[in-house]
């Protein structure tokens, strides 16, 4: 069996699974953030009302919202505080940082969990040796909730294997971005991805993470990197520690399908509106006009794409017409720009600082644009609409060219070679 | 209730392409509620008010493939009920889309074979799905589809998941 089937095996109470088989597991962490745990909670309240036996196992993380902007959104989250507090549920208020990145940093997410949410890219938990699935709200609370479990169909297993050494100025946000065009959204519905192969091997935690973020665009249910001696030391850097074994697959022989790319060819990527996989070369974009660029969201604001920005835009400036904006993804990772210097060095050359949140998405509480703006930035979706007017543009790229594009008013890649690779 | 469960569903259809996401389905500023009806009035409207008219006139959504991609909002499938949207065929579905659509109660079939024999047919017409017999009839003819195991069909005939557990707690008379 490999990492996911053994995992279903254990939170089922069976000796093996098989893909397709549907089982019954119980689940480990419920992830929410202010907007979809408002919905789990009026759901919960109107339509199940039931004591929850674990609300321990339940994270609600405010990452849409940093300060309400309106009454309407302030009563929301002062709902879900007295929901929270009434049933003991784990609660991180506004300024804790995006939902994902905050549940980790804060010790909430281990190897060997399941993990549920509703928001579609929970998957990015993966990245630690978890079973981390998207669900909605009523499975949330419906069945999460009141019995702390949830059904699952075992998946088929594709594993993507990654060979190369990267081009200088190419990171490992290209190569995620690649990869869904090189794939196809939706081509592997229903699917466990399992992320391998050298290139992964070598990478970085953070840079792992960028690739089980992309799983929804692929349509999968779940993807993964097998735990390491990388896994290990990073978890042991995490509130709680490893508190555990790690999980392990049995075998290499366990992927029904395996892809191999090369990615040494790979140059720099910028996904254009209207899907993830609508991918170019950043040299195929260029001169694209953005009055906005931001670092934040599931896969940006870490401390790599803050080190990266600061590096491209060292002895330069953010360009009059273009606002960048920062959102760091946790409040440890503010602290630790901060002990870096970069908040002072990013400051200074332009760029505005936001608290830890989950910045734009959505345009929630900030990030809206009119018709015929455009931003670049790392987070995760450009669908038209998603930000304001569905005639405004997103465009998705590392922290690097964000950066560049951010001093050049325009899209644009990095000016020196080398200088957005993130430091391990 | 003593009346036997409606497994047949459907009627005019309402047809669109490939792809089509969830911030199109139900923009993510309406998703404070989860009022089908209320949702309803939004759904669909970066379309524009021609499609969101034809929508509620129409009881079946006919797609390509990956319908319902992007974000895991159950009011991507809840919209649709509340504007009167029986069943949705498509080619493919985003698997939590077909989730959503499950838990919701609403009828969701992947039928590539009815999507094309619609399209073929001129793309405007009834179908009709039945997901006790695993049936879809359109335009051009009746297509299978795989049948539900037992499990869904019991949480479609008792209206979604809550609806069916809240039905299983009131059987047993007990919470575990």
Known sequence: MNLVEKILARASGRDSVQPGEIVIAGVDRLLMHDLSGYLTSEVYEKRVGRPIPHPERAVMVFDHHFSPPTERQAEILEANRAWARKHGITLMDCGSGNLHHAAVRGGHVKPGMIVVGSDSHTPVHGALGTLAVALGNDSHAGTVLPYGKAWFRVPETVRIELHGVPRPGTTARDIALWLVAQIGEGALNYRALEFAGPYVKQASFWDRWLFPLLTVDLGAKCGFVEPDEVTEAFVRTLPGGLDGELPHSDGAQDAATVLRYDVSEVPAQVACPPTVGNTRSVADAAGTRVGWAELGGHGGGRLEDIRAAAEVLDGRRVHPDTRLNIVPSSRQVFAEALAEGLVARLHEAGATWFPPSTGSNQAINMGAMAAGEAMICTHSRNFPGRNGSTDAAVYLASAATVAASAAAGEIAGAARPGAERSAA | ?176
């Open chain 2, 1 to 176: 209730m003593t009346t036997a469960p409606e497994t047949r569903v459907g009627g005019k259809t309402i047809t669109f392409g490939d792809d089509v996401n969830t911030d199109v389905i139900i923009p993510g500023r309406y998703l404070v509620s989860i009022d089908p009806v209320e949702l309803a009035e939004h759904a669909f409207e970066p379309l524009g008010p021609e499609v969101q008219k034809e929508l509620k006139a129409s009881r079946v959504v006919v797609a390509g493939r990956n319908f319902g991609c992007g974000s895991a909002r159950e009011q991507a499938a809840s919209c649709l009920t509340g504007a009167g949207v029986r069943a949705v065929v498509a080619t493919s579905f985003s698997r939590v889309f077909f989730r959503n659509a499950i838990n919701t109660g609403l009828v969701a079939v992947e039928c590539p074979q009815a999507v094309d024999a619609l399209a073929a047919a001129g793309g405007r017409g009834e179908m009709w799905v039945d997901y006790d017999q695993g049936t879809v009839e359109t335009a051009g003819g009746t297509f299978g589809f795989a049948p539900y195991p037992q499990g869904l069909r019991e949480i479609l005939q008792d209206g979604g998941l809550i609806p069916h557990l809240m039905r299983s707690f009131a059987q047993e008379g007990t919470v575990r």
